[in-house]
């Protein structure tokens, strides 16, 4: 028998390429939010974007609903669109939330993980710790440490929520891991964190992941304080 023929749609690629683009605007957009290129409550100019990316408004609106999905753009009535500044409320709300999931994902790894897992977050934490010196270096490793874990814990929407706090916390002016020494203690926690998840201990890995975050928040709120600094 042969196999049934699809007919097609002439409108199929055309529909397809309007979610492409404000997609890929989208995503061009992210990357100058978190490289700073576009900064914490600054003004998004759209016609000079347009004009800079070579597109109508239309695909750059379009990315812009979706960026304020993310909570990394903010939409003001007829005053256009700024990129999301957090207050200290709002880093501590991110903290504390994080804390609660990723400490309940910590103690769920150290009951499920296998040795191969356990070797996996290992070879992870050491390349963080030679990491020390080399913040942007740190801040990419130390975040494929928390999601690979959170991968093998495997609650789907631990996932997404994490990462979409984790997305807006890129917007933090006073990221923890800026403060003077935060890298080495943050280096140190995590080796606590990973002892504990080796030797298949829940509670103080939960424990030590809500520490972990506790100290992380204290850094950022010290910073963002310019009696702390």
């Not at 290129?37 to 812009?64: F, N, Y």
């Not at 207050?87 to 040795?115: H, I, N, P």
Request: glycine letters at 4%; hydrophobic letters at 40%.
């Amino acid at each position: 028998m042969s196999a049934p023929t699809v007919s097609a749609d002439p409108n199929a690629a055309t529909s397809l390429a309007p979610r492409a683009l404000y997609q890929e605007v989208a995503e061009r957009l992210r990357q100058r939010i978190f490289g700073r290129e576009l900064e914490p409550g600054s003004w998004i100019d759209e016609l000079k974007l347009c004009a800079e990316l070579g597109i109508s408004r239309t695909p750059l609106r379009e990315a812009l609903k979706v960026l304020a999905v993310e909570g990394l753009v903010t939409m003001k009535v007829r005053r256009g669109a700024y990129v999301t500044e957090m207050s200290e409320r709002d880093v501590r709300e991110a903290y504390q939330l994080l804390g609660l999931l990723e400490s309940d994902a910590a103690a769920q790894v150290a009951r499920q993980v296998s040795d191969a897992q356990v070797a996996e977050l290992q070879a992870l934490h050491n390349e963080l710790e030679s990491q020390v010196g080399q913040r942007d270096a740190f801040f990419a490793t130390n975040e494929r440490f928390h999601l690979r874990l959170l991968e093998i814990e495997g609650n789907r929407w631990r996932q997404q929520i994490i990462n979409d706090l984790r997305r807006v916390m890129k917007l933090n002016r006073h990221h923890s891991l800026f403060a003077q020494g935060r890298l080495a203690d943050s280096a140190a926690e995590h080796a606590e964190l990973m002892a504990a998840i080796a030797r298949r201990e829940p509670e103080s890995a939960a424990r030590l992941m809500r520490l972990h975050f506790e100290n992380g928040l204290d850094a950022a709120v010290r910073r963002g304080n310019p009696s702390d600094s």
